[in-house]
């Protein structure tokens, strides 16, 4: 079973709660977004989003990441995401460093949402990290994704205000709804195809 019309092959790679997991997958199942998600790996067993999954009839993989060696742990995430025959692999909070290894075996075929304006606010608790330094816009990044931590060629972005009665949690929340909108729309444009990557800019035919 998978998720989606059948279109283009996604497997998602998720670390915790799966809300973008579970936007995209709704895009696919109201035929929004061209794309079927045919495969769910989470590093963590207690991952929420693994559970999502399972109530939408796809499959899910556990590939525990504690104590294995990092190239040995993306080659097993490779072999099942290849038993898939997946088009794009799409990172929905999965929280590792990939190694290089695994970005050359996908070239411009992994994406991945980051919660700032890259590139502001590399790393972990982004949304925290832009509160804190008092930016008055805050936002979130659709990008391919390269060797390096939130780097790669910037596919969309989206912004929002960030208001002085806010906390950090509402700007959080403030920029998960973009992120929900966002994640599927950069996946449908990329899917559509007519775009080249030239240096650090993704440039689509219009
Ligand atoms: C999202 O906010 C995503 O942007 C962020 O993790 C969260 C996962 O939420 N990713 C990163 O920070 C990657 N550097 P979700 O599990 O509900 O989709």
């Known amino acids: 079973m998978s998720a989606g019309q059948p279109g283009r092959r ?26 079927q998600i045919v495969v769910v790996i989470s590093n963590r067993a207690d991952a929420a989003g693994l559970e999502a999954a399972r109530a939408m009839g796809i ?23 290849d038993e898939a025959a997946v088009d794009y692999v799409i990172l929905a909070g999965y929280m ?40 008055r816009y805050a936002g979130c990044t659709v990008h391919f994704v390269d060797e390096k931590m939130d780097s790669g060629p910037i596919i969309d972005q989206a912004v929002v205000p960030v208001l002085e009665s806010d906390r950090a949690e509402d700007v959080a929340a403030r920029i998960l ?6 994640y599927s729309e950069a996946i449908g444009k990329v899917l559509q195809g007519g775009w080249r990557v030239d240096g650090r800019r993704v440039l689509f035919e219009r």
């Open 177 to 182: 709804a973009e992120e929900h909108r966002l």
């Open 10 to 35: 996604l497997g998602i790679l998720l670390s915790g709660r799966g809300s973008n997991f579970q936007a995209i997958a709704q895009q696919c199942v109201a035929g929004r977004l061209n794309a």
């Open 96 to 135: 590792r460093i990939l190694s290089a290894w695994f970005i050359q075996h996908y070239p411009q075929r992994i994406l991945n949402i980051h919660p700032a304006l890259l590139p502001a606010f590399p790393g972990l608790d982004a949304q925290h990290q832009a509160w804190e330094y008092g930016v």
């Open 59 to 81: 499959p899910s993989v556990v590939i525990p990441s504690q104590g294995v060696e990092r190239v040995a742990h993306d080659r097993m995430v490779a072999e099942a995401l």
